[in-house]
């Protein structure tokens, strides 16, 4: 149950005056104030305040007064019953936590009050912080009903907080983006400000250390304007977008590491103020950059975070007022940094999940985009690979031709020679193909060349191999040089009177060339030496080779200018004109 306080009015002392002195002044020096509007900003001066409790209204003897703002400096309670001075408490933030009155975040003092007598308080305060008396009187069990309520709410905000946190640290270790990790560190320095202002981090993290609890608020503000800027860079892309607000904005955070060295030098009521109203500067100033942002790209994540931005700075702008003595202390402006930051997370996560989307579309655009110029890349490649391969194929058929050319005659050499006897023997034992071999030199070669010189010789060369290739162009088959005044023909597929008609056919064909050097027209003849195997004599190829070797050597023995080969029961036959 709540009982009600009547008749508050405050003293503003500037003299350092005792109770005994307080309670001495004159009614007239006293001024009426509102509980709820019992702020009064940062000032040093002292401040003393009286109450009266009105006796109708006490139902339960266990009464609790609360004085709901933590953050006092020095803070005494003198309670007077009919006069008489019954119960006195000091305490303050600069006690350690144990050492208060009750153990509560907020300042709790047991009064004892019973029904017909009268009863005044007396309450001095002296304070680096805002000075501010947010009065409650209210029966012990009313009061521990009420906390239940404002326990779920408490609970709730820093669930909601933690979450967050740990949901965006579990994302930036998975996608390891920066603009997670500012989030994340500006989330932690906000849920330990909140909960320093709240009471909650120094009873609970550091209630043996008064000093670093005054401290703590410098500390995580500073550690607020520090975070909040690089965050807002990396989401809206400040150093991409737009160096010099990325310049600027940085330079707020570089401010931030500054506050935080004067507020371990400096003194707290100074800072406090100073770092208060950066704040509410800061935060103003990075509301435009999202509007002109917003403004330049229209894009959805921008207006969300904006949004997220505009709930949680109304919300910290109307507590810092109300701090500051600019706004009354109600329900709203006391806890409009917990419903600002609410929303504020709701909608960072709305704007991060859109972020993501985002990029997941430009990642598949540029990937689709990629993929296309992978594919032309491909193309292009492809026809230049094709290019280049038929280039080189021209250029490695022009070597094979050269290194299967002769030289002189322009006919197969003995290399092409060797590679193609030896395929079709391989052929022939596995099909009825018969081979006919012909071994052909020029009659009297070294004379001719002795008489009428190599150029001479290289002539007659040339014309024995045209007369050859003219043979066998028809035909497919091979006619090669294979060494000196030495040439071959291959036939494949032909009958022994068929071989043979060929054969005289190459003999009188030269022997009816007349080439022309010096004047004169030289004659030349040739021996031919024709050996044929088939798939019923199949011959290794140093054998047929060697066969149509020694038939060469009888045409030439035979008188040159004739051709040798053997019959069917293997005896060398010659064939002369």
Known sequence: MFERLTQVEYLRDEQGLNLEDVRQKENSEWRSIDLQAANFGFDPSDHWFRAQVSPGTITDPSSLLEIGYPLLDRLSVYLYENGTLKNTFHTGDYLTFEQRPVQYPNFLFPLELDQGNEYQLYIHVKTDSSVQLPLALYSEGGFWKQQIFKNILSVAFYSVLLSMFFYNAILFLIVRDKSYLYYIL???????????IDGLAYQFLWPDSPGFHQFSIILFMCCVMITAPLFTCSVLRLRVHNPVLYRVMKG???LGWLCLLGGAMLSYSLMVKVISILAVLIALFMLAITV??????????????????????????????????WLPINMMTEHSIEVGAILEVLLLALSLAERINSERRLHLAAQDKILDMQVQANLELDYKVKERTAELELVNLKLKEATMTDALTGIGN?????TRLGKELKLAAFSDRSISLYMIDIDHFK???????????????????????KVVRDSGDLACRYGGEEFCLLLVNVSTDTALEIAERVRSSIESLRVHWGGEGLQVTCSIGLEQTGSESLAAESEILKAADESLYQAKAAGRNCIVYRDHTGSSVIHST
Do not use: P
């Open 186 to 196: 500006y989330l932690l320095s906000f849920v330990f400000l909140m909960a320093s």
């Open 252 to 254: 707020f955070s570089y």
């Open 447 to 469: 004379r001719l060349n002795d008489n009428h010189g190599h150029q001479a010789g290289d002539i007659v060369l040339q014309k024995v191999a045209e007369t050859l290739n």
């Open 414 to 418: 003995r290399r092409l020679f060797d």
């Open 292 to 325: 002109f942002v917003l403004y330049q790209r229209r894009s959805t994540e921008v207006f969300i975070f904006l949004l997220a931005w505009l709930a949680l700075m109304v919300g910290y702008c109307s507590f810092t007022m109300q701090k500051l003595g």
